[in-house]
């Protein structure tokens, strides 16, 4: 037994050591998006798989993903997935956040136990998380209004969708839609409409509110899963003004009809690409970025680009 001793505690410490490249140990990355039934987080997976694949074939590496996302959202099962992976040995792990208050102390918890922890999309600012990569929310919500102010020529009454009244992301853009319609003397925001993060949720409560306020004559969608399915807004091209977020090939529809006159496209497949490379560069080389907070942009989607932008999805999905 004695001299089976450092053999095993010299075992252990390598097992316990940083990855580092062309080590021979897997590395394994917890990814947690929102949901499951979000298209852009599964392109964001597709992004993930695709980074794995990239830099375990550069740095010699077996880097895998293993995807922790519950069906649909659900900030407590994604608490419980970063403890999961923790306990299982999980090398880094990268969240959206649906909750930041839920989520804070899941994350320190895994960042006290050694993983380092990324958030994408939707970041939790208080925890110790070392990365966060999205767009920049709060002004993303003016960027959506000014463009919907301007097509509707700076007058008339509006509403702001958005989906979960928890996520933060959701919360900022809300705030900088809001901004941006105080300066516009001649619009009136009749209100912020949240709803579940469902298709089916989000076209009852458009419905919903059009019926009680059929003056509405435009809509900013600050979260548009709404339009993530055919034929789930109540009014025909041109009626009402619609200028949404992302850009999934639902929405692509929506613009060549006419019911929609402009969308926001969201890195969605860089989402978990660019996490995965900000998370292995952690946990092989420990390098932080300079900035906490990296910033991907908007694309601007309309009836001048609709098609050749439609053609990322063939790519970000492998179809």
Known sequence: MKCLLPALLAASLIAASPARADDARPITIGVIAKSQSNPVFQAARVGAEDAARELSAK?????RIDWRTPND???????QAIEQLVLTGADGIAVSCSDANKLTEAIDAAVEHGVPVATFDSDAPASRRFVTYGIDDEKCGEVIMDALAKIMNGKGVVAILAGSQNAPNLQKRVQGALAA??????????GTYYHKET???GAA????????NPDIGGWAMVAAIVL??????????????????DALPPELAYVRS???QVLFAQQCYEWGHRSVELLVDKIVFDHSPAAVKEVSPLVRVDRTNVDAFGKNWAVWLHQ
């Open 73 to 79: 959202e659900d900030a407590q099962k994604q608490a």
């Open 181 to 190: 319609a105080a300066r516009y003397p001649g619009i009136t925001v009749r």
């Open 258 to 260: 006419g019911q929609v």
């Open 199 to 201: 298709p089916q949720d």
């Open 59 to 63: 740095y010699h590496l077996s880097v």
């Open 228 to 245: 993530f399915t055919e034929n789930s807004i109540p009014w025909q091209a041109g009626a009402v003004k619609c200028v949404a977020m």
């Open 205 to 212: 409560k458009v419905e919903q509110v059009m019926e009680a």
